[in-house]
């Protein structure tokens, strides 16, 4: 048998998801092995990601648990990293004159919890993206502590730590069915059988997929394509101190990539879990959107990609138990904010998963688990 002896957790996925919850559940002493149907971690989603760490961004539950992922974020695990896994650069909402309502509202929401956000005139705005047309912009919203993310060191040090730890990552190894019997699971992959207590269901897009496979009823996960290009800035401009910098309604951002421009459409196409790679017309779509309101030409792409951000109807992560499958735990529905959440939600998984805590509240932040819970879009007995 591949797998060897039954362990405590299969976690079928490892991008970000599967890895952080493996190094947080082999933290709590918990025995884990990690299932990846490709050749190396994080290829669909995670290794894709234009990850920024932005506590505007989101719902309230993301936030709430984006902001609790913060002292990860400021102080990693001894050894987890050899270079720091953040950036400061800031980030700003930006407004025209007939977006004024969606920009208040935004303030309104996020600043409940933000001490550091503000409301910032035109003149702000255009202080620190002096080529945003000043006929498209009326105000913004401005958050200082907004820091890019470096994703492959964050994901690696989850995946060293994890193995450090006793934790297993076999890939190449696509779950082909699971079935459940005598109080554990026996997974067949692609490699051989493996045994486990409990199963994390980690599986991003393909997340529906393995609940049906367990006998569990789908929670509704729709894969959207986000587009995403690095655009060659002009040499006579110096892009690097831009801030991320997105349209209130979320029809575009950009922020400086290495000297040039990183630019998306904010496109979410809905598709079947696939491996995706950009349409031409919405890399266009965002070009085309970004020079309408920032006067700098763009002649030539140097990079363009795409990759799944999987939802749930209402845009927070699912995060518990079935309700009528034994022993089966969904981390699943991150969407666009699974980096930015990656510490704090996989505390939040090994709590519930080894039932460290109350059903009620499951961590400090006090977030309800029914807000995250796979019930909540479950048949109810």
């Known amino acids: 048998m591949t797998g060897g002896q039954l362990v405590d957790f299969v976690i079928i996925g490892s991008g970000m998801a599967g890895a952080s919850a493996a190094y947080e559940l082999s933290s709590l002493g918990a025995s884990v092995t990690v299932l990846e149907a490709e050749s190396h971690a994080g290829y669909h989603t995670t290794g894709r990601s234009a990850a920024f760490y932005m506590a505007a961004y989101g719902n309230d539950t993301v936030r709430a648990i984006t902001l609790a992922s913060l002292t990860f974020y400021q102080s990693p695990p001894t050894d987890f990293c050899q270079y720091p896994l953040r950036r400061p650069c800031g980030a700003m909402y930006i407004a025209s004159a007939d977006q004024l309502q969606q920009l208040h509202s935004q303030y ?225 529905g991150q969407g666009g904010y699974g980096i930015q959440m990656a510490p704090a939600l996989a505390k939040i998984a090994a709590s519930l998963a080894m039932r460290r805590r109350g059903n009620d509240v499951c961590f400090a932040g006090e977030i309800e688990s029914s807000t995250i819970s796979p019930a909540r879009f479950q048949t109810k007995q």
């Open 108 to 332: 309104d929401r996020v600043s409940q919890l933000l001490d550091d956000v503000t409301m910032v005139d035109k003149d702000f705005v255009l202080s620190k993206v002096p080529q945003i047309r000043e006929d498209k912009v009326e105000a913004g919203l401005w958050e200082p502590s907004s820091m890019e993310i470096d994703v492959a060191s964050l994901l690696q040090g989850y995946i060293k730590l994890a193995k450090r730890q006793g934790a297993q990552f076999y890939f190449n190894s696509r779950v082909q069915s699971l079935h459940h019997a005598k109080q554990r699971w026996l997974i067949e992959t692609g490699t051989g059988m493996f045994e486990a207590k409990y199963i994390i269901n980690a599986a991003g897009a393909w997340g529906d997929n393995i609940a049906e496979l367990a006998g569990a009823e789908p929670v509704g996960l729709v894969p959207k394509r986000r587009t995403i290009c690095i655009a060659k800035s002009p040499d006579n401009i110096d892009v690097s101190e831009w801030p991320l910098t997105l349209d209130i309604d979320e029809q575009f951002y950009f922020k400086p990539d290495g000297g040039n421009i990183l630019i998306t459409p904010g496109d979410e196409t809905p598709m079947k879990p696939a491996d995706v790679y950009p349409e031409e017309l919405d890399v266009a779509l965002g070009i085309d959107r970004f020079q309408q309101v920032v006067d700098v030409d763009i002649n030539r792409i140097v990079k363009r990609w795409a990759g799944q951000r999987t939802f749930v109807k209402d845009k927070s992560p699912v995060v518990g138990f079935d309700t009528k499958v034994p022993q089966f735990f969904w981390l699943v």
